[in-house]
C-alpha cells in the first residue's frame, strides 16, 4: 500500500495542535520508512524523539480548493493543487518490541485565519496521513489511531504561539475520518527549513520586569529560553524597529509577533514549534535564562563570496544573501518574513537570476515554479500575484510575467531544456492573456476589482506610465519567448513579430522625437526602453548623464535592475557604480548608513518592511559585470566591463567547474584581473582561449586608458 492509498484522519476542528498516536511492535527496525504528511505542519516523533532536524514541514502548496471570492478580486478556482509529503527512514529511531509513533500537527498555511488582509484562504482542518513501512508490513493512518489535546493552545504561523505546560493530560480519543484535499500527493522537492545557525543577543535595558535584546540583525527565526516558575507565563514578543523611546516598534506593517508560555517550572527549553518571525529586537521576561536566538530558514549553502574595498558593494552583497534567506521558507520565496510571507511573484522573479547565481538554490526554485504554474488560471492565463495563491496585489507583466522568466532562468543556471518544455504552453497561455487585456497595442487593465501595477516602490511616487511598463515586460518575454523556441526547435518568427508590434505601440503613445525620451524618462522609463532596443546613443548619453547628476536612484524594483544592467552592458559601468555606491537618500548607502543588516522595502526609511530582497538583482551584476564572471556552452567566461573608478573587488562562485574566483583591481591608469579555478577549466577572456591549471592563478593586466 502507498500513502495515497492511506486514510486522511483529523482531530475534533476546535484543537489548535493535536496530537497522534499509534503503537506497532518491531522485530527488526532495518529498513524502516515512513511516507508522512501532516497539514499544515507535522512533527513526527518515535519513542518521545523527534525524527530529523526539519522545521515547517511539508512544503507550502496550494493544497486544495478554496473559496477565492474573498481575494482582492474574486476569482474562481480554476487552479490545480498539490500536497507535498515527506520520507523519512526510521532505522535509527524504532527499537526492537514496542514503539510509540506520536505525530504532532500545527495549523500553518492549511489553516491561517487570523491574517486575512488579503483574504481569507483557510483550507480546514488540519490533517494527517502516512505510510510507515518495516519487517515487511505496513502500518497506515486509520482508525486505529487515537488523538489528544497537546500543551498547544494557539499557533499561527504570523501572530505566534501559545503553550501552555501545566496542562493535565486529556484522555485519548478515536480519529475521525477528514476529508482529502484535492491536491494530489507528492514527494516534497525542496529543502525544509531547519536552525541554519544561533546567535546570542545583546541586553539592551530592562524595565517593568522585562529585557529588550539586539540580535543584531534582521532575520527569520525565533528565540528560545530556559526557566519560569510553575504556572508563570513567560512572553515573548518581536518587532523589526524599535521607537525613539527603545521600546518594540510592534505594529510594523500591521502586525504583532508574540509567544506565550505558562511554564511547569522545569529546565525544559521553550521554542515555537508552528512559527517562525521576521525580526532584529525582542523583548521577554526578565528572570529566564539561556536565551539563544535560532536563525531558521531553508536549508540552502551560500556558494558564493564577495568584498571590495568599498564599504557599500560590500553592504549589497551581504544584505541580499540575508535577504534571500530570510525570505526563503517552505520552497517559497516569500516577499518579507514578518508582515506578509507571501510567495509574491513579483519579487520572486526579479531576484531568481540573483538567488540561483550565489546560492546552492535550484531544487528551490523549481519547486516555487511548479507554485507559479500551478496557480495560472487555465481558462484565461492569468498568472496570480502569489504562489502559492494566497490574495495580494500585483500586475499582469512584473508579476505575471514570472511565468516566462522564472522558467527562463531556471535554464540558463542548468542548462536544464526540460524546464523550458514543460512551461512553454503556460507561457503561451500567458501571452494571450496579456494581448486580451490590451488596448490600442497597450497592456492597460488585469482582473476586474484588481489591481494593475506597473513598476513598485519608486522614489517618490510610482509615475511611470503602468501601461508602459506592463507593455515592456509583453515585449521582453516575447523576446526570450523567441529564444526558447529556437533552443526547443519551435518556429520563433510569431513571437518577435508581436514583440515589434508592441514596440511600434509603445513609440506611438510614449515616444517625443524631439526629446528623444519615453514618458519624459521618468523614474528610468528611457532605461525600459533601451533594453527592448527603442533607444539610441544620445538616449542613452543623456540617461548616464541625468542619473551621473542625480547620484541616487529615482527608480523602483523593476526600474533599478534595469538602469544598472543597461549601463553596465552599454558603456557607462563608472555611472553604474556611483549609483551602486551612492550614500545619498534613496541609494543602498543610505540604508548601510542607517544600519540596516538587510534590504528595505522602500528607499527611503519609513515604517514599511526592513527585509526585503526584491532590490537584490543588482548584487547579480557585481559579478556579471564587474568581476565578469559568465558560463556558456561549458566554457567559463571572464569579461569585466571596462571601468576607471579606482575599486579592487574580489568575487567567488561555485559552478558546473567548481569554485571560480575572480579578483580585480582598477586603479586611474591599470587593470589588473586574476582568475583562479579549484579545477582545471578552460576559460576565455576577451578572443582568447586559455587553460587554468587546477589551484593556479592567471591573471591579465590591461592599460586603463
Known sequence: MSIDKAKWVCAEESVEAPLFQKKITVQNPEDAVIDICGL?????????????????????????????????????????????????DLSAYLQTGENTVEILLGNGWFRQTERIGEGNFSCGTPCLIFSLRVDGREYCSDETLVWRESYITFNNIYRGEKQDHTLALSAWKPVLFAKAPD??????????????????????????????????????????????????????????????????????G????????????????????????????????????????????????????????????????????????????????????????????????????????????????????????????????????????????????????????????????????????????????????????????????EEEKGWCLGDWCTADK???PEPFVNTYFLVKNLERMAKIAEILGKPSDIYREKAEKCKQDLVRHYYDAQANTFCGGIQGADAFAFDIGLGNAEMLRSLAKKYDALGEFDTGIFGTEILIRILFENGHADTALMLLSSEKKNSFGAQMLRGETTLCEYWWESWHSHNHHMFGQVTAYLFRYLLGMKTLNGVLTVEPVKHKTALSAEGTLTTRFGKIT??????HTEDKITVRSEKETTLIYGEKKFTIPAGMDMGFVFTND
Open 40 to 88: 499544515g505542519f507535522f512533527e513526527l516523533y518515535i519513542n518521545g524523539i523527534k525524527v530529523d532536524d526539519d522545521l515547517f514541514v511539508p512544503s507550502q502548496s496550494d493544497y486544495t480548493a478554496r473559496d477565492l471570492t474573498r481575494a482582492y478580486y474574486p476569482i474562481h478556482d480554476t487552479l490545480d493543487h498539490i500536497v507535498y509529503y515527506k520520507t523519512y
Open 183 to 252: 491536491g494530489a500527493l507528492a514527494p516534497d522537492p525542496a529543502p525544509a527549513d531547519k536552525i541554519i545557525r544561533k546567535i546570542v543577543p545583546r541586553a539592551v535595558k530592562t524595565e517593568n520586569g522585562k529585557t529588550l535584546y539586539d540580535v543584531g540583525e534582521n532575520i527569520s527565526g525565533f528565540a528560545t529560553f530556559r526557566g519560569g516558575e510553575y504556572g508563570e507565563k513567560i512572553s515573548v514578543c518581536y518587532a523589526e524597529l524599535l521607537w525613539d523611546d527603545m521600546t518594540l516598534k510592534t505594529k510594523t
Open 254 to 445: 500591521g502586525d504583532t509577533h508574540i509567544e506565550e508560555y505558562i511554564c511547569d517550572g522545569t529546565d525544559r527549553l521553550y521554542h515555537p514549534h508552528f512559527t517562525y518571525h521576521g525580526f532584529r529586537y525582542f523583548e521577554i521576561n526578565e528572570n529566564v535564562h539561556d536565551i539563544s536566538v535560532c536563525v531558521v530558514h531553508s536549508d540552502i549553502d551560500v556558494t558564493s563570496a564577495f568584498h571590495s574595498d568599498n564599504a557599500v558593494l560590500n553592504f549589497l552583497y551581504t544584505a541580499t544573501i540575508r535577504s534571500l534567506l530570510a525570505n526563503m521558507h517552505g520552497g517559497v520565496i516569500s516577499d518579507c518574513p514578518h508582515r506578509e510571507r507571501l510567495g509574491y511573484t513579483g519579487d520572486g522573479q526579479l531576484t531568481a537570476d540573483v538567488g540561483l547565481l550565489t546560492l546552492d538554490s535550484l531544487s528551490f526554485y523549481e519547486k516555487w515554479m511548479v507554485d507559479i504554474a500551478l496557480c495560472q488560471d487555465k481558462t484565461t492565463g492569468h498568472v496570480q500575484h502569489t504562489a502559492p495563491f494566497m490574495g495580494g496585489g500585483g500586475g499582469p507583466g512584473g508579476w505575471g510575467g514570472a511565468i516566462v522568466i522564472v522558467p527562463y532562468m531556471l535554464y540558463l543556471h542548468s542548462g536544464k531544456r526540460e524546464i523550458l518544455e514543460k512551461y512553454f504552453p503556460n507561457m503561451l497561455l500567458w501571452v494571450n492573456y496579456m494581448e486580451s487585456r490590451s488596448e490600442d497595442g497597450l497592456v492597460v487593465r
Open 462 to 464: 510610482v509615475a511611470i
Open 662 to 667: 575572480v579578483k580585480r583591481e582598477t586603479t
